[in-house]
């Protein structure tokens, strides 16, 4: 059974930071990328951070040099640093697990950060 549980979330005042933990299980973790969305009521979900087999990463424009992505395939857990958090960093922050581009993704329960002061 494929299982990704988020952990991590929760309220941090802006400038603030938090490290976000996704443990994944049931599945060959180190052939998978993985990647981090995140959504606000209203909005799309949206491409957050993602880092591949290899450990090539790439970020949207809105978190470089702020967020930083890195996973540990000895744990099957994929993490996301985040720093310098905004105001607008606020949504619900979800795992993300595809083999290949095309392919049907995995997806966690999703772990709420609240940025406010």
């Known amino acids: 059974q494929?299982?990704?549980?988020e952990s991590g979330g929760g309220l941090v005042q802006p400038g603030g930071s938090l490290r976000l933990?996704?443990?994944?299980?049931?599945?060959?973790?180190s052939l998978y990328h993985m990647n981090w969305y995140r959504q606000t009521p209203g909005k799309e979900r949206e491409l957050v951070a993602g880092i591949a087999r290899g450990g090539?990463?790439?970020y949207a424009d809105s978190v470089k040099g702020r967020f930083t992505i890195s996973?540990?395939?000895?744990k099957s857990t994929v993490y996301l640093q985040m720093s310098s958090l905004k105001p607008e960093d606020t949504a619900v922050y979800y795992c993300n697990a595809r083999l290949f581009?095309?392919?049907t993704p995995y997806w966690g329960q999703g772990t709420q950060v609240t940025v406010s002061s």
């Open 21 to 29: 933990s996704c443990a994944a299980s049931g599945f060959p973790f």
């Open 71 to 74: 996973r540990d395939d000895a």
């Open 56 to 58: 090539t990463t790439n």
């Open 101 to 103: 581009p095309a392919s």
């Open 2 to 5: 494929v299982q990704l549980v």
